[in-house]
């Protein structure tokens, strides 16, 4: 009884005493609701409902029939896809290769540099939304100042229907390309030197190195930042919610936002738990598939 | 090709990658234009990263209306607190500050507790099913948070807890990142630290009280700021279960704000700062932790 090992009552008890308040509160607040979505989504659970709860009535899968006939729902799904497979690979782009720059043995001051490109990570997002709106002011914003300095033609970024997503794609590489590119980073720490300095003896250049010797070791890393970055980008909401709400003509209207309106403004409660599980769905089926196309050598993760 | 790049360091130099500055005065004072180069690009890319932040600072500090003339100022002439003056006079940003600080100081005290008991118990306890339990619990990474807003939405509900900082920070007490880190930091201290205790006589939870949780200091720090900073910044999960404008915190409180003055860019920028300085702040002051806790998640992953 002394022993850990011995997992003896003793043990077990105590274990289940340790693992109980954190464990209880996400089944219950995490877990549990996770799977009632999917039976709310087979309910007509409405804002009458909300108040008697045994109002509501099994309508199997009419939801998913409904989204399946409504247009703003396709438009959100395109527009959501827009951005996690425009978005997300500019932002993994970006971050490998800042982390590539800032790894060079040249730099000096490493330390102050990747502070700044971490800065906008921490930032509160509604705050910066707020703030890039304003940059983005097509009369008096910075960017089109900027343009103008250049003698470009200014843009209507968030005022217009092509513009308003690669707006809030720019924003979003700007304020995230600091977190995975700490994750590369460490990653880049991985790689031998000699296997560089062997390559080089080899007469391979940079770029022949960085393709045949610092990608592949980076094949894990690699994997882990797609799948989280693909899982962040398909929860896409604050963003248009404080830009544009949505607009302009639906143009940035995300699968979250039209939850978020159908769920909790109009209070169609069962056909917003059916947004949330097609979410769920596309969630899984994007991990799955990276998880397929990953590369024969790389471990196994947790 | 200059000498910069073509030089190769010595290899015992290379390996110990910790002393790499050294290398450029190893190499002398010669500074190659590729050198000069990436220094370049590093700063453009440094300017692009603070280039909104710092025009947020300048246009609070402007007059009213400045911001919007032509050619958009950089510079607030003359400058002016008025904006700062007038959301904690008028507006209610004082009270959404307190509100922010107390839910994300209770949702940081009770999830170090929750995350490290339970990584604890994961890293250290024997019973039948723990691996393939803790690998169940992993399996929550994949699930979207907002699956399970409306049900959670409408439990809350019942149980009155709408519209209150309990629904606020329940659903946050405990986290699986939380626990992930916390049983892989555990793993990491000797069993023989604990068999000794237990061989002293102490009980379970004294155990983990005087003996894990000390060895565990830094990474609880590295929990802390993580859970802080993103209950701080939290938006979507405040802004359906807080009803009442007494109740917001600042992000909520900045998009019900945005939405009324629109017009008013000044003053909005001045929210703006209010709502990100305080974790901007605690980021540069405790980054070290904060970024070990994006590595340990990222690679032992």
């Not at chain 2, 025009?55 to 008025?82: D, E, K, R």
């Not at chain 2, 000797?190 to 155990?207: H, K, M, N, S, W």
């Not at chain 2, 701080?232 to 600042?250: C, E, G, H, Q, R």
Request: hydrophobic fraction near 55%; glycine fraction near 8%; proline fraction near 6%.
């Amino acid at each position: 009884m002394t022993s850990l090992d011995g997992g003896g009552r003793a043990a077990r008890r105590a274990a289940a005493i340790f693992l109980a308040p954190g464990l209880l509160l996400i089944t219950i607040t995490f877990l549990l609701p996770a799977a009632a979505s999917f039976l709310l989504s087979l309910t007509d659970f409405d804002i009458y409902a909300v108040a008697s709860p045994a109002d509501a009535r099994v309508v199997w899968l009419r939801n998913y029939a409904t989204l399946a006939q409504a247009p703003l729902f396709w438009i959100a799904l395109r527009n959501t896809l827009y951005f996690v497979l425009v978005g997300g690979p500019i932002s993994v782009v970006v971050s490998l290769g800042v982390a590539v720059l800032l790894d060079s043995e040249l730099v000096r001051w490493r330390g102050l540099f990747r502070t700044i490109y971490f800065a906008p990570v921490v930032t509160t997002l509604v705050a910066v939304a707020v703030v890039w709106k304003y940059l983005y002011d097509p009369r008096f914003g910075l960017l089109n100042a900027g343009l103008h300095a250049l003698g470009l033609p200014p843009v209507d970024w968030l005022g217009s229907a092509v513009w308003a997503m690669p707006s809030i794609i720019l924003m979003t590489v700007w304020k995230g390309f600091g977190y995975n590119m700490i994750i590369f980073m460490a990653g880049l720490q991985a790689v031998s030197p000699d296997l560089y300095d062997a390559a080089r003896v080899d007469g391979a250049g940079a770029w022949q190195r960085f393709w045949h010797v610092t990608l592949p070791t980076l094949a894990p890393t690699f994997l882990f930042v797609s799948i989280t970055t693909m899982i962040g980008f398909l929860q896409l909401f604050s963003e248009p919610y404080i830009m544009t709400q949505g607009g302009p003509l639906h143009a940035t209207l995300s699968v979250v936002l039209y939850m978020f309106n159908q769920g909790f403004e109009s209070w169609h409660i069962g056909q917003g738990a059916a947004v949330a599980f097609v979410l769920f769905g596309l969630t899984l089926i994007g991990a799955l598939i990276q998880l397929r196309l990953r590369p024969e050598r790389t471990e196994g993760g947790a | 090709m200059t000498a910069a790049g073509v030089v190769n360091p010595p290899v015992e130099l290379r390996a110990a990658r910790p002393a790499r500055p050294a290398l450029g005065r190893a190499r002398g004072l010669a500074v190659g234009w590729r050198t000069v180069l990436l220094h370049v690009v590093l700063v453009a890319i440094a300017g692009f990263a603070v280039a909104p932040l710092l025009w947020m600072v300048s246009a609070s500090l402007m007059p009213s209306g400045a911001a919007t003339t032509y050619p958009p100022p950089l510079i607030p002439h003359p400058l002016t607190w008025v904006h700062y003056h007038e959301l904690f006079s008028r507006l209610d940003v004082a009270r959404e500050l307190r509100n922010s600080a107390v839910i994300a100081a209770l949702i940081t005290a009770s999830s170090l507790l929750c995350n490290s008991m339970a990584g604890y118990a994961f890293a250290k306890f024997q019973f039948p099913g723990r691996d393939r339990l803790f690998r169940l619990v992993l399996l929550g990474l994949f699930i979207p948070p907002q699956v399970a807003m409306l049900p959670l939405f409408i439990l809350l509900r019942q149980l009155h807890l709408v519209n209150s900082y309990a629904g606020v920070v329940l659903p946050s007490m405990a986290t699986v990142f939380g626990i992930f880190l916390m049983r892989q930091y555990v793993l990491g201290i000797p069993d023989e630290l604990v068999d000794a205790a237990r061989v002293d006589g102490a009980g379970e939870f004294r155990i983990y009280w005087s003996v894990i949780l000390p060895l565990c200091a830094p990474v609880l720090v590295t929990l802390a700021v993580f859970v802080f900073m993103s209950s701080w910044n939290d938006f979507m999960w405040p802004l359906i279960v807080l009803t009442d404008s007494a109740k917001y915190t600042l992000p909520v409180g900045l998009a019900n704000l945005s939405g009324e003055h629109v017009k008013d860019t000044e003053l909005m920028m001045a929210a703006a700062v209010v709502t990100l300085l305080p974790v901007l702040l605690l980021f540069i002051s405790l980054q070290r932790f904060y970024i070990r806790g994006i590595t340990m998640g990222g690679v032992k992953g």
